[in-house]
Nanobody, 124 residues
Framework: QVQLGESGGGLVQAGDSLRLSCAAS????????IGWFRKGPGKEQDFVAA????????YYADSVKGRFTISRDNARNTVYLPMTSLNPQDTAVYSC?????????????????WGQGSQVTVSS
């Protein structure tokens, strides 16, 4: 069974930073691209960022470019998402997911495995 687990969420003030982590079982990590998605209150699920299996390719939603950085440590089976300059519009449940191919990485349907999510709340 493939498992993904997010951590690092919390309650912060506008302008603060947080770092989310996505820990995966070895089977989930090998050869998979990892993406982050978020779902805010009353909103649809949105793509945030993705990183290829090698870490050599990344892709970001326009709303987070320059503020969020996705990276991975394959030796630790972990993907990181440091988030800076947070604002209330970033409030959401953030979920990581694993996709077998680096194709259409913004589409949730391309991802086979999902974590449970981590709540990020940004107060004004």
């Amino acid at each position: 069974q493939v498992q993904l687990g997010e951590s690092g969420g919390g309650l912060v003030q506008a302008g603060d930073s947080l770092r989310l982590s996505c820990a995966a079982s070895e089977r989930a990590f090998a050869g998979y691209a990892i993406g982050w998605f978020r779902k805010g209150p009353g909103k649809e699920q949105d793509f945030v960022a993705a990183v290829s299996w090698t870490g050599g390719s990344t892709y970001y939603a326009d709303s987070v470019k320059g503020r969020f950085t996705i990276s991975r440590d394959n030796a630790r089976n972990t993907v990181y998402l440091p988030m800076t300059s947070l604002n209330p519009q970033d409030t959401a449940v953030y979920s990581c997911a694993a996709a077998p191919l680096w194709v259409e990485v913004t589409a949730p349907t391309e991802y086979d495995y999902w974590g449970q999510g981590s709540q990020v709340t940004v107060s004004s």
